[in-house]
């Protein structure tokens, strides 16, 4: 995945002015009132966009959409990338494209309703995905998630408590030639960063370190 930092600074920076924007607008419920830890959604805009990701996908739990969703449609938006995002519930398809709309991102974002691991499973080479540790059956998606192993990113959101053996690195790993690097990005979230060992790789690159962008006032 080659790095674009001009992707990844548009990509906070419009992900930033959402959060400073929508803060206190009741009719965007997703607005950082509610968000935890809203650094992280920066930080997971600017490292899709930034990445140049072609296919994103996220698997919700029955919560719907959540701020992850508007991190990954803003970095779609400025990269043209495809953004998928599997919903459980079918209603939540029209709330989704409403408080999507709030922000200008309707068009950014492909809702599909169904059993994610079935709708998965149509979806090959996924370069950055967010699996919701709360979904039932989010281990089977470990197992059967086709992610592009010349180099993609999967991040888990809402770890409240680790499964023993739960972890995408471990089911990763036991492919031959692949590698895994997993680091936890704020509370209860795990990113994932997933390429071909040095010796598999024709032009012999290797992932060695994640981008971050900082800003001061």
Not at 71 to 99: G, M, P, Y
Not at 109 to 118: D, Q, S, W
Not at 126 to 142: H, N, T
Not at 183 to 204: H, V
């Amino acid at each position: 995945m080659k790095w674009s930092p001009q992707d990844a600074m548009q990509a906070y920076l419009h992900t930033l002015q959402l959060c400073n924007t929508h803060s206190n607008d009741e009719d965007c419920p997703l607005g950082t009132r509610n968000i935890i830890q809203p650094q992280c959604m920066e930080f997971i805009s600017a490292l899709a966009a930034g990445n140049q990701a072609k296919l994103m996908v996220q698997v919700t739990s029955h919560q719907g959409i959540n701020p992850l969703t508007i991190a990954l449609a803003v970095a779609a938006k400025h990269t043209k990338a495809r953004f998928v995002c599997i919903l459980l519930q079918l209603q939540d398809l029209e709330n989704s494209r409403a408080q999507l709309s709030c922000y200008d991102l309707e068009d950014a974002v492909e809702l599909v309703h169904g059993n994610p691991r079935e709708v998965i499973m149509e979806f090959k080479n996924i370069d950055f995905a967010i699996i919701d540790y709360k979904f039932e059956g989010f281990l089977r998606l470990f197992e059967i998630i086709d992610v592009n192993l010349r180099g993609s990113i999967v991040v888990v959101s809402n770890i409240l408590e680790r499964t023993i053996g739960a972890s995408i690195s471990e089911v990763i790993k036991g492919r031959t030639g692949v590698e895994c690097v997993t680091r936890s990005i704020g509370e209860g979230m795990e990113l994932t960063r997933i390429g071909l060992m040095s010796c598999c790789q024709p032009q012999k690159k290797r992932f060695k370190r994640f981008h971050a962008i900082t800003f001061e006032d």
